[in-house]
């Protein structure tokens, strides 16, 4: 066992007669003070929690004059549990009941040998595990989602209300936006972290600005790990969203009027594939792709006709709803048959790609673009991987082609979420994704849904909803929306509802599987959902599906 003491003047004496007696049991670390005078009890309080969050220490203690100060310091700590004991009945229910992990005490108001009872006390004693403790300690926890923005509640009370109101959301609705995550807050620390206070135009070692060190360090960190994690030869993590990180490809590669063969927005293409209404419609000459009409799936035989035919000077793949796997081998042939640059938009399947739950694009495609908060679950950002002989003229698309200043806040959270992705934690993670979605998507189908091409290979599903039960994507999100069940009206292939109505929702399960849901869970909400849609205008069926869906988020809170 580990301990990390500390204490301010007020408690240096208690502490060192301590110190003895813990050894007997631990291996004991003292952080300070050294009892040479006044001191501030919050920077020992510090030290000692940053080793128990960290995990460098089993337990910590602490001692200033009453125990007030160092207990309430410590508890702005996430994962410490710090109580202050005055009795040996204390110790015990702390750690029984409570689980701490830092016992304080006040050097003013217990004496030295009653120290040391109350001590052996409190490591002798453990936890319980009972359920109602395990409950309301995750409630501690909780309290913790709330309290990371509480300087908002004074400074600026209607954005706090906003957040507030998100926070509600997320606490009692079952989110199956297929773009969408549920971020950790390792990932939200970083991203509301200092970084964003620095001006960083260049790229590491090589900026406009001085006082760089600490953003070039983060930025450093995230192009390491990018490129360890798809193994890319370079990455460029700066681009702001990606859409950007596709313009960046477009700029650093092509000409204005030059070809882009991609596929059409309306068959499940997205938008910065050549929409005519986004630049990249407005700028290059695009050649739409679209899926087989009987299938719904992707037909390489037909790709590779028209790419010969059309001779684009990129061919785009990828997707934003395309429920089936893409075979990256197969483009490969086609660019090269074609002559052409192969770029893949993997900004929906990065997550799969790098939990291997879905074949990786990289050692394929001439660039790989991609968002950081899909399925991939970081912070809403995009980033671009390329083969090195493009390094240069990427880098130098983003900047100072497109962007300024980077989002350095975002960079060190795109780090944060590359390092999770190779921690044992997200072992199995990306599969459970995918099954969670083959258990839902079945569940509905089962239900006499038409699902578009017949299943899904990946983290989302199309459900027909206009030739299955008479109404529009828009109608069917609205009515699972007031269910308390979040998805999008999305097109269909050969959709004959306007983009504004659709035949069609999608539905997507990676913010279901973070929380921690499972096959059954999911095929439950796949249960909802046709219960909900089966009778849209069945009011009652809306509310018995929102208490149900509000009952199982509880269980699965946010992190
Ligand atoms: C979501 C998405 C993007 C772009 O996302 P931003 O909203 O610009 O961050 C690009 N490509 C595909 C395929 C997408 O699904």
């Known amino acids: 066992m580990k301990i990390s003491i500390g204490s301010d003047h007020g408690g240096f004496a208690l502490k060192e007669s301590l110190k003895p007696v813990l050894r007997g049991v631990a291996q004991v670390d003292d952080k300070g003070c050294d009892g040479s005078g006044p001191c501030d009890y919050p920077d020992f309080a510090a030290a000692v929690c940053e080793d128990v969050a960290e995990g460098a220490a089993d337990f910590g203690v602490l001692v200033c004059t009453t125990g007030e100060g160092m207990t309430m310091s410590a508890n702005r700590f996430d994962g410490v549990r710090a109580a202050l004991c005055r009795t040996v009945a ?82 009692t609705e079952i989110n199956l936006i297929a773009s969408e995550n549920t971020s950790s807050r390792a990932v939200r620390e970083a991203a509301g972290s200092v970084l964003m206070n620095k001006y960083a135009e260049g790229y590491p070692a090589h900026r406009w600005y001085s006082g760089c060190g600490p953003v070039d360090a983060a930025e450093e960190l995230a192009r390491k790990r990018a490129c360890e994690l798809f193994g890319a030869e370079h990455a460029n993590v700066q681009p702001h969203c990606g859409s950007a990180a596709n313009m960046a490809v477009y700029f650093a590669t092509i000409k204005p009027g030059d070809t882009i063969m991609s596929m059409s927005l309306d068959q499940g293409g997205h938008l910065s ?164 979605c ?84 999911c095929a439950a909400i796949g249960g909802w959902i046709a219960d909900v849609l089966d009778d849209i205008s069945d009011t009652s069926v809306a509310a018995r599906v929102k208490a149900q869906a509000a009952a199982l988020v509880a269980g699965f809170p946010v992190p």
Request: glycine share 8%; charged share 25%.
């Open 90 to 171: 204390d110790a015990k229910m702390a750690r029984s009941h409570n689980n701490a992990n830092v016992l304080v005490f006040g050097g003013g108001a217990t004496a030295p040998a009653e120290a040391a009872e109350i001590a052996a006390a409190f490591f002798a004693e453990p936890f319980s595990g009972d359920e109602r403790h395990v409950r309301r300690i995750a409630k501690i926890d909780r309290a913790r989602r709330l309290a990371e923005f509480s300087a908002l509640a004074s400074a600026d009370p209607e954005v706090h209300a906003a957040i507030l109101a998100q926070v509600r959301q997320e606490d």
């Open 438 to 521: 083959k258990a839902m998507c079945k569940a509905v189908q089962d239900r006499g849904y038409r699902i578009v091409s017949g299943g899904t290979d990946n983290h989302l599903f199309l459900v027909d909803v206009k030739s299955s039960r008479g109404i529009t994507g828009k109608e069917a999100a609205a009515a699972l929306d007031a269910a308390g069940i979040v998805v999008n009206k999305n097109t269909i292939p050969y959709d004959t509802e306007s983009p504004f109505r659709t035949s069609g929702i999608r539905v997507g399960t990676a913010s279901v599987t973070t929380r921690g849901m499972g096959e059954a869970e």
């Open 273 to 436: 594939h050549g929409s005519p209404v986004n630049f990249s419609g407005k700028i290059y000459n695009i050649v739409p792709y679209t899926v087989d009409k009987d299938t719904e799936m992707l037909d390489y035989d037909a790709i590779e006709r028209q790419a010969l035919e059309t001779k684009p000077k990129i061919l785009l793949a990828g997707a934003s709803a395309y429920p089936r796997a893409i075979d990256f081998r197969r483009i490969r042939e086609i660019c090269d048959k074609a002559g052409c640059l192969m770029v893949v938009d993997m900004a929906h399947i990065a997550g799969l790609v790098a939990g291997g739950a879905h074949e990786s694009p990289v050692p394929y495609a001439d660039f790989t673009t991609t968002t950081t908060h899909k399925t991939l679950g970081g912070p809403r950002g995009g980033m671009v991987l390329c083969k090195e002989k493009w390094a240069k003229a990427l880098d130098s698309a983003v900047f100072p082609g497109m962007q300024g200043g980077p989002l350095e806040n975002i960079i060190a959270a795109k780090a944060v979420c590359f390092r999770e992705w190779m921690s044992p934690a997200k072992k199995g993670y990306a599969q459970k994704i995918v099954s969670n």
